[in-house]
Every structure is written in C-alpha cells, then in structure tokens.
C-alpha cells in the first residue's frame, strides 16, 4: 500500500473533491454520533466504528441476535447523512438480479433498458444478509470490491460513495446461510452490539413506547461533505515504521491461524486507522490507531484449527506479542 501524499489546491484534478480540514471531522464524526445517539443507546464504541468505517471507504456486517438494534443502527447513520438510501430484505428466494437490477425489454422503444436494483444508493442496507443463498450474496462481491456490477455483460458504477451496511442472524443456523469467506473479506468491520444493560434498556423504552425516534431523524451533514472527509481521510498519513508494524500483525495471524488475514485486510486497517487518527484531530496514523481498530477489522477474517481459539483471541495475542518499533 502506498503512502498517502498531499496535493494542494493547485495540484487537485477539477473532478477531485477538496478535502476538509481535519480539524472538522471530529466535529462531523460528532454530529453524526449524536444524532445517531437519539436512536441507538448504549452502543457509543459501535457507532464510532461504523463512523469510521464510513469514513475509512470500507463496509460493515453487525453481526448478533434478533431485537438488539441492529437495523436501526443502519437506518440512523443513512438518515444521518443527506444521500441516497437503499434496503433490501434478503429472503432464501431472492435472486442475484433483485440485487443488482436487470435488463427489461421496452416494447415502445424496441430496445433493451436496464431497471437499477437497489445496490445503486450510496448507502445500501442489507437485512440479514445470510438468509439468502451464497449464489445471491455473489451478487455483492463486485460491488462491494470494485463499486460496480456486471448484468449481462455490461459493467456500471455504482453511485460514490457507496457502503454496505449488512447485519446478520446469529442465531437460527439451520434457517440460514453461512457468508462466504470472499465476502466475509470484503467487510472492513465486524461489530456486535449486544444487549443493553438495565439502565440503558430503560433509557431506550421511555424513548421507543411512542413515536419511534427515526421517524424524525433528520440528517446532520450532506454528500458533499462526506465525500470531503473521505478524500480528508485517504490523505492521513501512514509512514512506513506504521506500515511494517500493520504487516507484522498482518504475518503473526498467517502463521497463528489456519488462514490468517490477506493483504485486503491489511489495506482495510490501515483505512480504519486513518479514520480514526482523522477524528482524533490527527494528519497522520499511529500504532494506536491501528490496536484500537484491529480487533473489528481482522478477526473475522481468520479461520483457526481449534474450536476453542477464534479470530479474537489470534487478534489478541498478536497485538500483545508483536512489537512496536
């Protein structure tokens, strides 16, 4: 991965967007945490790492039991941004096609047109995503990848910026399909959020018994803004003692694990932790950075021999066990 360079107005392409000074991110990141906060409770780290990977130009899978917030997360940080928005239910008959639109015969104009599916929004939720069989969820691996798709033949962009918020059943496994590992490797993050604590449960009742609050949910920043901050983000800085400490991790998992993290993986830390030295008010990445953002970025990219040791505990052990130098 090559390092990130600056560019001065002068330099930039016309069509490139001006980025923001990174003294306002955190001020946007906050704004969005806030605004999200009226819905979700209790999940402040959650909604940070969804921030970031938005920022970051990476895709999210939360992963949990039904009734926890999942969805409503998804819903809130797309409300939360002025942009197009896309859900799709998936369901074990849904087809590759309703994913990602197909070519229709116009009986008027004689010709073939093609109908967009809901993968063209720039933020697109994917309801458990693992209830539909693997040859659906192939429809997403070009899109999440390369932010394109192929229909018969014919390749289209996908709308930029474009981020999959997918959420998962983690329950109910004889109803469900288990995700390829390709595509599992195209989620920057995995986050879970788990049940409230009694207070927070309480917290959430006295604000859902009624009129839900995304219902009312108004957005706090535009497009334009997000695709300023993301191009802000892309120029952090990752000097080169930062990118060999990531690609020691990186080796620690491969000779740990059955199958460690690829390079994707690495690219997506890095990503993650531009992010977050972004909000943090920073130009430039640290090896906090990426410890911070590690354990949702790589563990569930690694398949382990053991039952009794997972992703978490390789990620674990190698930011204890590899060095900083």
Partial sequence: MSEPTSQSAADRAPSEPEPLPVSTIED??????SNVSRVIVGHDDAIEHVITALLGRGHILLDDVPGVGKTMLARSIARSVDCTFRRIQFTPDLLPADVTGVNVFNQKTREFEFNPGPI???????DEINRAPP??????????????????GETRALPDPFTV??????????QTYELPFAEIDRFMKKLSLGYPDAEEETELLGRAVGHHPIDSLEPVTDLETLVRARETVAEIRVEEPV???????AGYTR??????????ATISLLRAAQARAALAGREYVVPDDLQTEAPVVLSHRIKTESRDRDGESVVADALEYTTVE
């Fill in 243 to 249: 990118r060999a400490y990531a690609t020691r991790l």
């Fill in 28 to 33: 946007l990141c906050t704004d969005v945490e």
């Fill in 255 to 264: 000779e740990h694990a059955r199958i460690g993290v690829s390079p994707r």
């Fill in 120 to 126: 063209f929004a720039n933020v697109v939720l994917g």
């Fill in 165 to 174: 918020i997918a959420t998962q059943n983690a329950v109910e496994p004889n």
């Fill in 135 to 152: 040859k659906t969820q192939s429809a997403l691996l070009e899109a999440m990848a390369e932010e394109q798709v192929t229909v018969d």
